[in-house]
């Protein structure tokens, strides 16, 4: 506790140094530590956030959707950049940073196929929310400050705490761990996408026949009525992709346990805490999908919620 004390302090100082204008802001970029210009760069989308929340479209809840990728990636390009100026840029984070940047540029492309970054769009999830809190507005007001402007950026930049830790090791030799660890994680982000790739092959499939009346080649016409999709990974997940999106962040914190030769360290909050918010929003989601679709009950009782487990799969009628 006094160290941590001790680092609070000392950053402190150094930002009140820079605001009082005693050392120039590339001086305060250099000496501090990087989370702290990465809390910094995070407050700003916080703020933005806020005030995305409250101007246009009453309570309009989009932005932090619309930025979630893209904040994951400031905060490595930060950790990265700081190393390099320091003249002790880190290996693994350039190893990372590729990878990081192809992820955050699919959830950026999915959100967009789903018309996400068009005037007007609204994840459906949200009307629930609102629906939820009785479109109070005080409880909306409270809402858009403490979930969606503080809470969830904070996640955010909290899954990448690891990063301090691969940082900290900078141009230290690379070991067979570190191949190995950036092996799983490029496999997990191959994993993601192969399920959100499902996923969307499914939902124009759907929406195709809703139109046309056509059954699209490798569906039948019982999967696209039943309105969810049940294939793929999808039949031994009821969410393999978010369950991918853990693993992920898990990877990436093991590895930074790895480095640093400790199994447990500060940095585990980060994935603690996007694991929790994961398992309650893959179940708020499905409190929909159950009043959306008939089948899907039948469908919880098959498949796993989130961890593929032996024997729960999802067997398709043999007659329609």
Same mark, same amino acid.
């Given at each position: 506790?006094?160290?941590?004390?001790?680092?609070?302090?000392?950053?402190?100082?150094?930002?009140?140094?820079? +605001?009082?204008?005693?050392?120039?802001?590339?001086?305060?970029?250099?000496?501090?530590?990087?989370?702290?210009?990465?809390? +910094?760069?995070?407050?700003?989308?916080?703020?933005?956030?806020?005030?995305?929340?409250?101007?246009?479209?009453?309570?309009?809840?989009?932005?932090?959707?619309?930025?979630?990728?893209?904040?994951?990636?400031?905060?490595?390009?930060?950790?990265?950049?700081?190393?390099?100026?320091?003249?002790?840029?880190?290996?693994? +984070?350039?190893?990372?940073?590729?990878?990081?940047?192809?992820?955050?540029?699919?959830?950026?492309?999915?959100?967009?196929?789903?018309?996400?970054?068009?005037?007007?769009?609204?994840?459906?999830?949200?009307?629930?929310?609102?629906?939820?809190?009785?479109?109070?507005?005080?409880?909306?007001?409270?809402?858009?400050?403490?979930?969606?402007?503080?809470?969830? &950026?904070?996640?955010?930049?909290?899954?990448?705490?690891?990063?301090?830790?691969?940082?900290?090791?900078?141009?230290?030799?690379?070991?067979?761990?570190?191949?190995?660890?950036?092996?799983?994680?490029?496999?997990?982000?191959?994993?993601?996408?192969?399920?959100?790739?499902?996923?969307?092959?499914?939902?124009?499939?759907?929406?195709?026949?809703?139109?046309?009346?056509?059954?699209?080649?490798?569906?039948?016409?019982?999967?696209?009525?039943?309105?969810?999709?049940?294939?793929?990974?999808?039949?031994?997940?009821?969410?393999?992709?978010?369950?991918?999106?853990?693993?992920?962040?898990?990877?990436?914190?093991?590895?930074?346990?790895?480095?640093?030769?400790?199994?447990?360290?500060?940095?585990?909050?980060?994935?603690?805490?996007?694991?929790?918010?994961?398992?309650?929003?893959?179940?708020?989601?499905?409190?929909?999908?159950?009043?959306?679709? &008939?089948?899907?009950?039948?469908?919880?009782?098959?498949?796993?919620? +989130?961890? &593929?487990?032996?024997?729960?799969?999802?067997?398709? &009628?043999?007659?329609?």
């Amino acid at each position: 506790m006094a160290i941590l004390n001790h680092f609070v302090f000392s950053e402190w100082e150094l930002v009140k140094s820079c +605001l009082s204008r005693t050392i120039t802001f590339n001086e305060f970029y250099l000496t501090s530590h990087p989370f702290t210009s990465t809390l +910094l760069i995070t407050s700003g989308f916080m703020v933005t956030t806020f005030i995305s929340c409250h101007t246009g479209k009453k309570n309009d809840f989009t932005l932090v959707d619309k930025l979630w990728p893209m904040l994951s990636l400031s905060c490595t390009l930060n950790y990265t950049l700081h190393g390099y100026l320091n003249g002790n840029v880190s290996y693994r +984070l350039l190893l990372i940073l590729p990878f990081q940047t192809f992820w955050a540029y699919h959830l950026a492309e999915l959100f967009a196929r789903r018309g996400g970054y068009c005037s007007g769009f609204e994840d459906h999830r949200w009307a629930k929310v609102k629906a939820h809190l009785n479109h109070d507005q005080i409880k909306l007001f409270f809402f858009s400050i403490f979930f969606v402007s503080v809470y969830q &950026p904070l996640m955010l930049i909290n899954n990448t705490m690891p990063e301090c830790i691969l940082w900290e090791a900078g141009s230290s030799s690379l070991k067979f761990g570190d191949y190995a660890f950036l092996a799983l994680y490029v496999s997990l982000i191959g994993f993601e996408y192969l399920c959100d790739e499902y996923q969307q092959d499914y939902q124009v499939a759907k929406a195709s026949y809703k139109r046309t009346r056509e059954i699209t080649s490798g569906y039948t016409k019982l999967q696209l009525e039943r309105g969810f999709c049940t294939v793929g990974p999808f039949a031994y997940s009821r969410h393999p992709a978010f369950f991918a999106e853990q693993l992920i962040w898990v990877s990436l914190y093991l590895w930074g346990a790895y480095v640093g030769g400790t199994l447990i360290n500060w940095s585990l909050i980060g994935p603690l805490v996007f694991v929790a918010f994961v398992v309650n929003s893959s179940g708020f989601t499905e409190s929909i999908s159950i009043e959306r679709y &008939p089948a899907y009950k039948q469908y919880k009782m098959q498949v796993g919620f +989130l961890v &593929p487990f032996p024997g729960k799969k999802w067997v398709e &009628p043999k007659a329609e």
